[in-house]
C-alpha cells in the first residue's frame, strides 16, 4: 500500500532563517499532495497543496517542491517566524481520503 | 461562516463504555471525514461518508466500530466497549466535493481517554 513519510522527526531553527522540511512518498501515482500545520490541541491547517503535474508552487512565505524522480516533496519556509513552531505532515490526496505522514515538529528559537 | 464542530472536545470513558463523538461538518458541505491521531503520530484515516451513506470505511476497525452521517443532524463516530488502545485524538474533516481537488477542512479533534 501507499505510505508517506518524513526524514526529520523533528527541526529547530534560529528565528528569521529559513526552514525546509522534507517527506518521501511511494505512491507514484499520487495525484496531489498537501502540506498541512498542527499547533498544539488544534485540528490540521490546509497550508498549500500541488498537484503532481507541477514541480514547485509558491504561496505567501511557504514554497513546495515536488520531485517525482525521487518521489520527494519539501516545504520551504521563509524567514520562519515564531509562530510557524508546530507538527508540520505532508499528506497524499486521493478522491475521498489523504494519507498522512508522522510529521516533522517545527521549533523556532527566538 | 462557523468551521468544523466536534464535541465533546474532551472525553474520558472506562473501559467497556461506549464513546459517541459528534462532528458538523462546514456549512454546504456534503462530505465528511474521520481520522484518528495517536499521540507523536500522524493522522490515520478511517471512514468516509457523504449524507446518508458510507463510501469508504476501510480504515474502520471491523468490531467496535461504527459511523453515520444521517440526512439531519451531525456525523456520529461511535465506539462500542471502549479499550486503553482507543485512546486518541479523533478528527473529523469535511469538504465541498470528494474530488481530488477537494480541500478538507478539519476541526479541532475530540481527545478520548479511556481508563
Known amino acids: 500500500g501507499e505510505s508517506v513519510g518524513l526524514h526529520l522527526p523533528t527541526l529547530s531553527v534560529q528565528e528569521g532563517d529559513n526552514s525546509i522540511i522534507n517527506c518521501a512518498y511511494s505512491?507514484?501515482?499520487?495525484?496531489?499532495f498537501i502540506w498541512y500545520k498542527q499547533e498544539s490541541g488544534k485540528g490540521p491547517q490546509f497550508i498549500i497543496d500541488?498537484?503532481?503535474?507541477?514541480d514547485k508552487r509558491q504561496g505567501q512565505r511557504v514554497t513546495v517542491l515536488l520531485n517525482k524522480t525521487v518521489k520527494h516533496l519539501s516545504l520551504q519556509i521563509a524567514a520562519t517566524q515564531p509562530g510557524d513552531s508546530a507538527v508540520y505532515f505532508c499528506?497524499?490526496?486521493?478522491?475521498?481520503?489523504?494519507?498522512f505522514g508522522d510529521g516533522t515538529t517545527l521549533t523556532v528559537k527566538p | 461562516n462557523a468551521g468544523v464542530m466536534q464535541n465533546p472536545r474532551h472525553l474520558v470513558r472506562r473501559r467497556g463504555q461506549e464513546a459517541r463523538l459528534r462532528c458538523s461538518p462546514m456549512?454546504?458541505?456534503?462530505?465528511v471525514y474521520w481520522y484518528r491521531q495517536l499521540p507523536e503520530e500522524g493522522l490515520k484515516f478511517m471512514v468516509y461518508?457523504?449524507?446518508?451513506?458510507?463510501?469508504?470505511e476501510s480504515g474502520m476497525p471491523k468490531e467496535r466500530f461504527s459511523a453515520e452521517f444521517p440526512k439531519e443532524g451531525p456525523s456520529i463516530l461511535r465506539i462500542q466497549q471502549v479499550v486503553r488502545g482507543d485512546s486518541a485524538a479523533y478528527f473529523c474533516?469535511?469538504?465541498?466535493?470528494?474530488?481530488?481537488?477537494?480541500?478538507?477542512?478539519f476541526g479541532p479533534g475530540t481527545r478520548l481517554t479511556v481508563t
Open positions: 500541488i498537484r503532481s503535474n507541477m
Open positions: 499528506a497524499e490526496k486521493g478522491a475521498g481520503k489523504s494519507t
Open positions: 456549512k454546504g458541505h456534503s462530505h
Open positions: 474533516a469535511s469538504s465541498l466535493g470528494q474530488g481530488v481537488r477537494g480541500e478538507q477542512y
Open positions: 505512491n507514484s501515482a499520487s495525484d496531489y
Open positions: 461518508l457523504q449524507k446518508e451513506n458510507i463510501i469508504d
